[in-house]
């Protein structure tokens, strides 16, 4: 499939779970650039563009279904400017209806994490995300034998626990 994250997301009967781990991605997003040259959406889901439709609907059908979506954000402070990006447009996942928490990198030292990016889904198959180094998707790769996904879970969930909701984390 083309979108393997939207295969992952349509599929998963109980839980979806996103790993985020890089201070920077896609270098050229034209979003990221109106937004450093001033633009914001002042919270308002309804002034995003068009292309935010098709994620807030798949959320919001997702969540319908009675998946939990959570997003998890391991972050370097002080925060790079496409972190403070991210920060001020996650009201938009939030309203969509993702569950979303950040931890400084700082309070992870002690965590043993995954290499790379990734979302999981109903804990029994994880989508690894492979970058590169200026933050572009190079790879993704299916993984669904018991020890990677066991590891996964465990990393998640202790990232999950230690982190702070997006509505108490403010970017230093």
């Keep these: 499939m ?40 002042e919270g308002d889901p309804g002034k995003l563009p068009d292309w935010w ?3 807030r609907d798949l959320v919001a059908e997702t969540t319908a ?15 790079t400017d496409y ?5 001020d447009m996650t009201f938009a996942n939030v309203a969509a209806g993702e569950l979303v928490r950040w931890l400084p990198r700082r309070q992870a030292a002690d965590l043993v ?11 029994t198959a994880v989508l690894f995300t492979y970058f590169s ?9 299916w993984r669904t034998d018991a020890p990677v996904v066991e590891q996964v879970r465990t990393a998640f969930e202790a990232v999950w626990q230690r982190a702070t909701p997006h509505e108490e984390y403010k970017p230093a």
């Design 65 to 79: 279904r009675g998946v939990v979506m959570r997003r998890a954000r391991v972050v370097s402070e002080p925060v």
């Design 53 to 55: 439709d098709s994620w």
């Design 133 to 141: 180094g200026d933050g572009n998707v190079v790879d993704r790769e």
């Design 83 to 87: 972190i403070r990006y991210e920060h």
């Design 2 to 41: 083309k979108y393997p994250v939207r295969e992952g997301i349509t599929n998963a009967r109980h839980s979806a779970v996103h790993l985020e781990m890089r201070d920077r991605y896609t270098p050229d997003d034209p979003e990221f650039a109106r937004w450093r040259a001033g633009h914001r959406y």
């Design 113 to 123: 994490l995954p290499g790379t990016d990734l979302w999981m889904f109903d804990g």
